[in-house]
């Protein structure tokens, strides 16, 4: 959480813009994870410092995927790997997942993935040109559901502008959660701004689409009844 002193008043003024949605859990990385880190990471992670050029960053101009929150990776490298014609992008603040998606793509041979360790709304904001991402990936984001956190939701008006300011006309928001209260959440702030249209046709959620793969936690919880609710939003 970012938070600025007024001059002259000790108290503290809270930027909701500049609001943190996550909190850094590094936690431990296994050895393969940190033998990734390691030997690869020049290979695949893009420094927050240097200026971002998607041709020079992917070796040639294709569509760009942004993926927030990739967590371990499985998912990110699965889409991939199953769509070499597009750039993918992942953004995520989780070390050892980022060594995990490193994993992943030197064993699978997936060359069109580039990963930032970092502050997603920092890198979306400093480093992604306007009018050039064609879609946004924001699966199972921390659904942060007492009601004292939800201002943490990464889903907000800010993001949204953030999202019409660099997303391609026509370019896609996918949002995925299994939380039924953060779906709706997300349904309301989403409908309510006028440059985005819900591609769902019945005006709510859509059918988990092709692309995105079903990952274990999420068959665990469709076995245990465990509801799933997918948004898709296109900018006008």
Known sequence: MNETEEPGNNSKKIDPTRIKSFIRRQGR???????????????YCLAPQQTFDAVH???????????????????????AEAHPELNYLGIEVHRPGVGHLMMLLEHRGITNVRIY?????????????????SGVHLFFPDP????????????????????????????YFHAATDWHDYAKDMLTTLSADSRLKNASPTGDYCPRPDYRPLTKFENRGLRLGHGVW???FTKN
């Open 144 to 171: 942060w559901h007492k009601r004292r956190h939800h201002k943490r939701r990464i889903v907000r008006p800010s993001f949204l502008d953030l999202l019409n300011q660099k997303l391609v006309a026509g370019g």
């Open 29 to 43: 990385a296994t050895t393969g994870q940190r033998l990734a880190l390691e030997s690869h990471w020049d290979k």
């Open 57 to 79: 960053a992917f070796g040639r101009r294709a569509p760009m995927i942004v993926e927030i929150g990739f967590g371990n990776g499985d998912s990110l490298a699965a889409m």
């Open 117 to 133: 360790h970092h502050d997603a709304i920092e890198i979306l904001e400093q480093k992604i040109p306007d009018n050039s991402m």
């Open 230 to 232: 997918d948004l898709i």
